[in-house]
Every structure is written in structure tokens, then in C-alpha cells.
């Protein structure tokens, strides 16, 4: 097996855009473990809360961040086999240009599921801010009825 420079800089030019999707995806779940976070911390001040007085707001909203936090550790999940698979990709570039085993239905297999992977990512991260988006839209409107309505102003 004799590897030339030129061999070496032709795969590496090859493995460049899945490279750069590895970066997507690395940045990707950075905003959902991030996401993860703020949710795993809002659900422990609800629990505390709920701990000394048992509220109907407070129970409505933990299930709800259940909720969401199901979806984000789906997210996170389907981000992480999408990173892996393109990282399978990079090293099956470099051992079927270097070893010359045919390697091009692997790789491209590789590389649909990855996009797979991608897509129910960003599905599953759209349902849960839909469903964030939501939760804030009702509470939005129960505070607006809780109010004292305002007498209108006479002239």
C-alpha cells in the first residue's frame, strides 16, 4: 500500500463538506442541550414549588416541559446518530481512497441516514418549539382574562 501526498490531499478535499456539516450538527446540539438545560431547570423550580402547595398552573406547565423535554432528548438523539454517521462517512472516505475497497454504497448510505437523522432532528426540534410557543400563548391569554377589566374612559 503506497499513499501519495496527492492521494491524502484529494481525500481530504472530498471529506471537506461533511466536515462542515459535523460543524452544523456539533453547533445544532449545542442550542438543544442548551434548550435541555433550561427546561430540566424550570421543572426543578416547578417541582419544588409544587412540593409545598399543589397548584393546577403549576402541574399543567411540569407537563408540559415533560413534554418538551421528551422532544429535545429526541432531538439530541437523532443529532448525535446524524454526527456519528458522518463521521463514518470521513473515515470510510479515507480508508476506501487509501486501501481502494470499493466503499461508494457504503458511504452513500451512510450519508442518506445521516441526512435522516438531520431531518428528524430539526422535526422533533420544531414540535417542541411549537409546543413552547403554545404554552406561552395560553398563559398569555389566562393572564389577559385574570385582569380587572378597565373602565373606559368617559369624555
Same mark, same amino acid.
Do not use: W
Given at each position: 500500500?503506497?499513499?501519495?501526498?496527492?492521494?491524502?490531499?484529494?481525500?481530504?478535499?472530498?471529506?471537506?463538506?461533511?466536515?462542515?456539516?459535523?460543524?452544523?450538527?456539533?453547533?445544532?446540539?449545542?442550542?438543544?442541550?442548551?434548550?435541555?438545560? #433550561?427546561?430540566?431547570? #424550570?421543572? #426543578?423550580?416547578?417541582?419544588?414549588?409544587?412540593?409545598?402547595?399543589?397548584?393546577?398552573?403549576?402541574?399543567?406547565?411540569?407537563?408540559?416541559?415533560?413534554?418538551? $423535554?421528551?422532544?429535545?432528548?429526541?432531538?439530541?438523539?437523532?443529532?448525535?446518530?446524524?454526527?456519528? &454517521?458522518?463521521?463514518?462517512?470521513? $473515515?470510510?472516505?479515507?480508508?476506501?481512497?487509501?486501501?481502494?475497497?470499493?466503499?461508494?454504497?457504503?458511504?452513500?448510505?451512510?450519508?442518506?441516514?445521516?441526512?435522516?437523522?438531520?431531518?428528524?432532528?430539526?422535526?422533533?426540534?420544531?414540535?417542541?418549539?411549537?409546543? $413552547?410557543? #403554545?404554552?406561552?400563548? &395560553?398563559?398569555?391569554?389566562?393572564?389577559?382574562?385574570?385582569?380587572?377589566?378597565?373602565?373606559?374612559?368617559?369624555?
Amino acid at each position: 500500500m503506497n499513499i501519495q501526498i496527492s492521494d491524502i490531499g484529494h481525500v481530504i478535499q472530498l471529506a471537506i463538506a461533511p466536515v462542515f456539516l459535523l460543524t452544523g450538527v456539533a453547533t445544532k446540539l449545542t442550542v438543544l442541550t442548551n434548550r435541555l438545560a #433550561r427546561i430540566i431547570d #424550570r421543572t #426543578r423550580v416547578l417541582e419544588d414549588r409544587l412540593r409545598l402547595r399543589s397548584s393546577a398552573e403549576d402541574t399543567s406547565e411540569l407537563e408540559t416541559l415533560y413534554v418538551r $423535554a421528551h422532544l429535545i432528548n429526541t432531538a439530541i438523539t437523532s443529532s448525535t446518530a446524524c454526527g456519528l &454517521m458522518v463521521c463514518l462517512v470521513i $473515515a470510510l472516505l479515507f480508508l476506501g481512497d487509501t486501501t481502494n475497497i470499493p466503499l461508494d454504497q457504503y458511504i452513500a448510505g451512510l450519508f442518506v441516514c445521516a441526512m435522516i437523522g438531520l431531518i428528524s432532528s430539526f422535526v422533533y426540534f420544531l414540535r417542541e418549539i411549537f409546543i $413552547a410557543s #403554545r404554552f406561552m400563548r &395560553m398563559q398569555h391569554m389566562l393572564s389577559l382574562q385574570q385582569q380587572p377589566r378597565q373602565p373606559a374612559p368617559t369624555e
